[in-house]
């Protein structure tokens, strides 16, 4: 996400209403002789395609393409939710597929390694640039202002779901808003033989997201913050976070395995009714609306008391950074796979707006909304987007970034204290300013 303080809540609304016509540009540079001819192209892509949220998107996506280019075939290599290790370990190995799904992490990396193909200068870019959604164009351009990939996605955000029943049950007034209250809630739902909250911390990048909404109560920009100059030492918003979690991690609200938990485990005992509450994108309202119907809901994330929570609750847990679909710079067919990356995003994206209800979305769409929005969408479009006062702000520091994903990770279990958090983090903060 830019480094600007900007207020996204026009934009968002915007994101909701716009409509605009969708085409992946042609480029003007020559193709490869491997792409010349008649015949069949052939691209390896490494996608997300393990839930409604992700395979249809991209089936959808698939589909469209063999109407637009019936000369190209795409071989599907599933994703998995590692941190970007299988992505690593293809480029450690110079098995690269044509196409892959990154994230800004895994994109920093790969840019250093000369991994992924500079997309700057493509007229398919230019094309993808002109039919970006408003306020979204961090999602898009780098921090560092090159294209290193094309977004599916606009904004994205982390929320916390609840199972309404599991709470009548128990006897717990909802939404949390209050770190004690919520505190309150593990001890009590613990009891009654639940898992509190359940979370996927074997990927650290999850526990990262839970701190940084705890982090957003006190300081809206978030991780942000810390990439001003002369930070040597955490903030008080920081430490504050720090101290919430592990107060929460004491009081039982995760699962004692949870940093041995992954999505598949963690999100079965939040469907199957084991678990009161799971965390995680936006993108999971589609899920957890199957699974469990009406009786799921989402909540704001908790704050030190009542008037924080009142005073912050608009200030989202997210950024903008740069994600979507990248090409290898060693693809044998490498101006077509920029074209197909370009395509598949914006059709995924048309996809989510048109058949999912979902306004987060990159590309404008020309075409209607779905008409059978979730519920949980609708409180989103009509509650959460158009009053969003901030996001957190992205963090362009890689070593101050990974030092804050272990930590987080560490603050799940119980020999490991707060003040270790601040200790490793100073020590690294110093070291970077």
């Known amino acids: 996400m830019k480094k600007t303080y900007r207020s996204w809540s026009a934009a968002l609304l915007v994101l909701t209403m716009s409509i605009g016509l969708v085409a992946c540009g042609e480029d003007n540079s020559t193709s490869s002789k491997s792409e010349a001819g008649d ?5 390896k892509v490494y996608a997300q395609h393990f839930d409604d949220d992700t395979i249809k998107p991209f089936d959808y996506a698939v589909e469209e393409l063999k109407k637009k280019m019936p000369n190209v075939e795409i071989e599907l290599d599933p994703a998995v939710q590692d941190g970007g290790q299988k992505l690593k370990t293809y480029a450690a190995t110079g098995n690269m597929p044509d196409i892959y799904l990154a994230d800004w992490s895994v994109l920093q990396t790969f840019a250093k390694s000369k991994n992924v193909e500079v997309l700057d200068n493509y007229d398919t870019t230019a094309e993808f640039k002109k039919n970006l959604n408003p306020g979204v164009e961090s999602r898009l351009v780098a921090p560092d202002n090159h294209v290193y990939a094309y977004p599916e996605t606009g904004i994205e955000f982390q929320m916390i779901y609840y199972n309404k029943s599991i709470f009548e049950k128990v006897g717990i007034k909802t939404p949390l808003k209050t770190i004690d209250q919520m505190a309150d809630a593990g001890k009590k739902l613990k009891a009654a033989g639940y898992v509190p909250m359940s979370i996927f911390a074997k990927e650290k990048w999850i526990t990262t997201a839970f701190y940084n909404g705890l982090v957003t109560r006190e300081q809206p920009h978030g991780f942000g913050a810390l990439d001003q100059k002369g930070v040597i030492a955490l ?14 991690q004491r009081a039982g609200l995760f699962d004692a ?3 041995n938990t992954n999505y598949d485990q963690a999100s079965s005992l939040f469907y199957q009714g084991k678990a009161a509450m799971f965390v995680n994108g936006q993108w999971e309202i589609y899920s957890s609306q199957e699974k469990l119907g009406d009786q799921v809901d989402w909540m704001y994330w908790p704050a030190k008391d009542e008037a924080t929570y009142e005073n912050s609750k608009y200030f989202i847990d997210g950024s903008g950074s740069p994600q979507g679909y990248a090409v290898s710079p060693s693809s044998k ?4 796979a920029v074209k197909v990356a370009a395509f598949l995003a914006t059709k995924s994206a048309e996809y989510r707006y048109t058949q999912l209800g979902s ?14 929005v979730p519920a949980m969408m609708q409180r989103v479009v009509k509650e959460l987007l158009p009053n969003a006062q901030e996001y957190a702000q992205l963090l362009s520091n890689t070593k101050i970034q990974n030092t804050i994903n272990d930590n987080t990770q560490n603050l799940m279990v119980d020999n490991f204290s707060e003040q270790d958090f601040v200790n490793n983090l100073n020590s690294t903060l110093e070291k970077e300013n």
């Open 235 to 248: 903030p008080k918003a920081f430490v504050t976070a720090a101290q919430q979690m592990k107060q929460l």
């Open 359 to 372: 306004p987060i979305v990159s590309q404008k769409v020309d075409k209607p909304m779905a008409s059978n």
């Open 333 to 336: 067919n490498k101006e077509t």
């Open 257 to 259: 395995n949870a940093t």
């Open 39 to 43: 015949g069949t192209i052939k691209l």
